[in-house]
């Protein structure tokens, strides 16, 4: 498959389920389909977030999710009235803690 039908099947993907997985060999082109993708998801005013977990943090619990929610931008948010978000050290509960009550 090339590269343009690649990006083209990724976006009717993205455009219909609101989401894709990328998969490749090591210096297959993922990264640079990726910038293609998120170029033109933000030359629409999309939001777009990236998320590369560095090594230490790909075996801790949660460390992905705090690093993807912190990295959402205020003003996305603000169409959400009344929510409450809160990302980084303590927003997600340690392995075997109970939750506040």
């Known amino acids: 498959m090339g590269r343009s039908e690649l990006l083209d099947r990724l976006h009717q993907t993205l455009r219909s389920h ?3 997985v990328l998969t490749g060999a090591p210096g297959a082109g993922r990264s640079a389909v990726l910038d293609a993708v998120a170029a033109t998801a933000e030359s629409r005013g999309e939001t777009v977030l990236r998320l590369a977990p560095a090594e230490r943090d790909r075996t801790v619990a949660g460390a992905a999710a705090t690093a993807l929610l912190a990295a959402i931008p205020t003003a996305a948010l603000a ?3 009344g929510m409450s978000f809160r990302a980084g050290p ?3 509960p340690a392995l075997g ?3 506040a009550l």
């Open 18 to 20: 609101g989401r894709a």
């Open 79 to 81: 169409p959400l009235p």
């Open 90 to 92: 303590g927003s997600l």
């Open 97 to 99: 803690a109970s939750p």
